[in-house]
Structure formats: C-alpha cells, structure tokens
C-alpha cells in the first residue's frame, strides 16, 4: 500500500529534482527536495479528516472532491492565502502585492512578518476550535478513547459547543495578556493580538454556519449518507467541502508561514535556496506544493478505499491532537519563537502513533503464538 501511494509523488518529485537541477542547479534541486518532503509529511496529517469528508459523499461527488478537489483547493490556499493575508493586515494593493509574492519573496516575506502576531492569534483560535471538535465530542459520535478517562471525561461534558468557545476564549484571553506584560500595555502590540484572535473564533463560527447551510435538506449526522451529494442539490456538498478544505489550508498554512517564518513559496532559508532569483524560488516552492497536494488526494483516496478511519480508529484522534498542539504552539509563539518545521515531524510522528495503537498487535501474538510449530 505505501509503495504505491508513494510512487506517483515521489516519481514527480525524482523528475522534478533532476529538472531543477539541469535548468537551475543543485541549490534548486536540493530545495526542492526538501520543501516536497515537509509537504508530503504534512500531507500525510492532512489525510486522515479529508478522508472523513470523503465518507460523506456519493460516489460522483466523492470522485470529484478525492481527485481535482483536493489538488485545487490545496493549491489555492497554499497560493492565495499568504497575499490575502498581507493585503487585510496591511491595506496593501492586491496587485501590487501579487506580484511582490512572486517577484520580490523577501520583502513580501517582511510584509508577512509585520501582520504575523494577528495571523498567529486568529489561527491559533481557529485551529483551537477545530480540535475542541474532537476533544468535546461536539458531535456525540460514539468511540474509544485514545488517551484514556480524562479524554472520556472531556468528550462527554455538556454543552460541547459552549466548552469549545469557552476555552478559546480563555486561550485568547490569557495570550492577550501576556502579550500586553511583555510588550508594557502598548495597544500596536495588543490590539493585534485581541482582534485576530476574536476574528479566528469569527471566522470558524462562520464556516461552520456555511457547512450547515450547505448539508441543509442532506444526510443528518449519523444517518445513511448515501444520499448525499446527488440530486438538484448536489452542488451544496461541494460548499461543504471546501470549508474542511479551507481548515485543513489554514493549518498547513500557519505551520510553514507563521511558525517557521517562511514563505513557502519561495525556497529562501532552505539548504541554500537563497542563490536562486525570485522567480526561480516561486517555482520551486509552487512546485512542491503541488507534489504535497497530489501525495494529499492519494493517501486519502486509500484511506477511504480501505475504510481506513474504521479499521485504525485511533488516526482520526492523532490528527486532532496534532491539532490541538498546533493551535497551542501558536498563541506560545506570540511570545518565544516555535521552529515550524520541527511541528511538522512531530505532527508526524503523533499520526505515527496513532497508527501503531489502532493496529491489532494482540490478535497478531495471539495468531502467531497459536500456530502450530512443524517439525
């Protein structure tokens, strides 16, 4: 399974490396590489809730989304969202600010660095709420715990809804403060801080009204979803969609650009990447992206074959606590620096766990130790 999940990406990657190399040089080609192994790493965390959305969807639509969705959407936020994100912080001209993204990495990498403590502390809300999901049990799905009584404690509480805005509030809240302690109250230091945490909580809310109103008239939450995504209202599923797309961006996004303070589209800080033009840095860095997207639809498309979120119960658990930690990681930023990329192996490495604890080891000593011994 992973050999073939693996082909496509790294076959692309191989070919790309060597292009890079021949056209650019071994700065571009070692870049390259690099960049599409955080990707795909990230990818592989990414998984395991698109396979969840993928759950949901008749099969015409679950094509779609597991295919063109997947790639585009992630190519689109992975793209877009870190000049949407200066143009709002700063009131900078979109055009303008395009084509510094692409033209001129390092200054825009500066402009990226000036809105930084408010993308920090509205993601660091968002991402919060979005792995309260998981830890209140916002959903009353039934499972088994991954961490034991205190996890079963939490995913039974009342009021799930409230508990999740209530402890992004308190996160919000405390980080403001110590913000406001270090910086000596002064407002340019605060405010940012306050107001991009309160429109992270914002903007979720809003996402999850949207992904109501879309599955409105669909499949209510534990029924037979067969339905789902065909008729007249087929579109709606789509809408629906695209906000786990636009969560699961968002994250990928606040890891590389804000943890690590590096724009991703560019190869700049990484294995001598500097050397390269603007324009060269831009390809390499969308280039990468687009390996990552693709290892993206595969692994999930698998997972979703395979009914992998039934059999290895505790992924989904692995990939909300990568969460969690996440969102902590990033109102802790607002304070000390967080190095990103060592987030992106350990969001790995917890995927990693999970996994290893959802396998049936027992069954297997059980089996091997019942076998009959020839001789």
Not at 193 to 212: H, Q, T
Not at 332 to 349: D, E
Request: glycine share 12%; charged share 15%.
């Amino acid at each position: 399974m992973a050999r073939s999940l693996l082909t496509v990406p790294l076959s692309l990657t191989v070919v790309a490396a060597a292009l890079a190399w021949i056209v650019l040089g071994p700065a571009a080609a070692l870049a390259f590489v690099a960049l599409a192994l955080l990707e795909i790493a990230m990818a592989a965390d990414s998984s395991v809730p698109m396979a969840g959305i993928a759950g949901r969807l008749h099969s015409p639509a679950r094509r779609l989304f597991l295919s063109l969705g997947i790639v585009a959407g992630v190519l689109a936020m992975r793209l877009m969202l870190p000049p949407v994100a200066v143009v709002v912080g700063s009131a900078e001209d979109p055009t303008a600010t395009v084509g510094e993204a692409v033209f001129a990495p390092g200054a825009f990498a500066a402009h990226l660095q000036e809105v930084r403590p408010a993308l920090a502390a509205f993601g660091a809300a968002f991402i919060w709420l979005v792995f309260a999901e998981y830890l209140f049990n916002t959903d009353r799905a039934s499972r088994r715990s991954w961490l034991g009584r205190l996890e079963a404690r939490l995913a039974a509480v009342a009021r799930p809804r409230v508990w999740s805005l209530v402890t992004a509030t308190a996160g919000v809240a405390l980080t403001s403060v110590l913000v406001a302690s270090a910086a000596a109250w002064e407002p340019s230091e605060v405010v940012p801080v306050v107001v991009g945490g309160l429109l992270g909580i914002g903007a979720y809310l809003g996402s999850k009204r949207l992904a109501r109103w879309a599955l409105h008239g669909g499949a209510a939450a534990g029924a037979d979803t067969g339905s789902v995504g065909t008729g007249r209202g087929a579109w709606r599923i789509h809408v629906y969609a695209s906000t786990v797309v636009f969560e699961r961006g968002l994250v990928v996004f606040m890891l590389f650009e804000i943890l690590d303070g590096v724009y991703s589209l560019s190869g700049s800080g990484v294995l001598g990447a500097d050397g390269l033009s603007a324009l060269e840095q831009a390809g390499v860095g969308a280039a990468a992206i687009g390996v990552g997207a693709l290892f993206l639809a595969r692994l999930t498309s698998r997972l979703d074959q395979a009914a992998g979120l039934k059999r290895l119960r505790y992924l989904k658990a692995g990939a909300a606590y990568v969460l969690g930690v996440l969102a902590v990681l990033l109102w802790t930023s607002l304070l000390v620096p967080i190095p990103g990329v060592l987030v992106g192996w350990f969001g790995t490495v917890v995927i990693g766990l999970a996994l290893a604890s959802s396998l049936p080891w027992r069954a297997w000593v059980r089996r091997a130790g019942l076998r009959p011994v020839r001789g």
